[in-house]
């Protein structure tokens, strides 16, 4: 039973646009909730990340949102730019097991 | 970036072949893990290590083995290769600093024919 959902496999924007990428988590235990991108035939990069006592957390264009009663995040890019096109994995972790557990991904391509 | 490399980065064998794959890393980091990535369903924990020949089992561990005995060097064996094995095999480090980030290696593409 996946513990980290995103039920989203693609999602298509026009530049200078809002992303919205999704994700859904059952274990109400995880510390820490993670995005992470990942080009074609390099290894995934982290990207920005939330504790599970916050509720947003923002870097740049990224803003990631947690909404602990929905076990839900989403991760805001604003404005989208070809760059960004890739794979996109939600991640939590757990502390006390210091592991990492990845949903299956979301590919965004941002239409120039 | 993070000094880490897997060898080798492409590799095709035969059902029944051992197979090891090796994660070399330079920054002296305790953690180290192994995961697969198939379409569907994403990144899957394999082994993990919290320091030398200190390791325990991920979600997908089945048909896999891993040992460690250098902090430098996290090595995992396919016993007997199967077709299900076929993945691409990451393997990724991480400090005691930000919670949950992890340094990923470019990948390992296994084929097993």
């Known amino acids: 039973d996946q513990q980290v959902k995103q039920n989203s496999p693609s999602l298509s924007v026009q530049e200078g646009r809002i992303s919205i990428l999704n994700c859904d988590y059952t274990n109400s235990m995880f510390d820490y909730f993670l995005w992470y991108k990942k080009y074609p035939a390099e290894g995934p990069t982290f990207l920005i990340s939330i504790s599970s006592i916050k509720d947003k957390n923002e870097d740049g264009r990224f803003t990631v949102f947690l909404n602990k009663s929905a076990k839900h995040l989403s991760l805001h890019i604003v404005p989208s730019q070809p760059g960004d096109s890739a794979v996109y994995f939600c991640?939590?972790?757990?502390?006390?097991?210091?592991?990492?557990?990845f949903g299956s991904g979301t590919q965004l391509t941002v239409l120039p | 970036d993070a000094g880490i490399t897997q060898s080798p980065r492409h590799k095709v064998t035969e059902t029944g072949t051992p197979v090891t794959l090796r994660c070399h890393q330079t920054e002296n980091h305790r953690y180290m893990y192994w995961y697969r990535q198939d379409p569907g369903h994403g990144l899957r924990l394999i082994h993990y290590s919290y320091g030398v020949k200190d390791t325990d089992k991920g979600e997908v561990s089945d048909g896999y083995s891993v040992s460690r005995s250098k902090t430098e060097d996290f090595l995992l064996t396919l016993e007997s290769a199967t077709s299900s094995q076929t993945s691409v095999y990451f393997c990724a480090i991480s400090s005691t600093g930000r919670a949950g980030e992890l340094f990923f290696g470019e990948g390992s593409r296994l084929t097993v024919l």
């Open positions: 991640a939590a972790f757990s502390g006390s097991a210091r592991q990492l557990t």
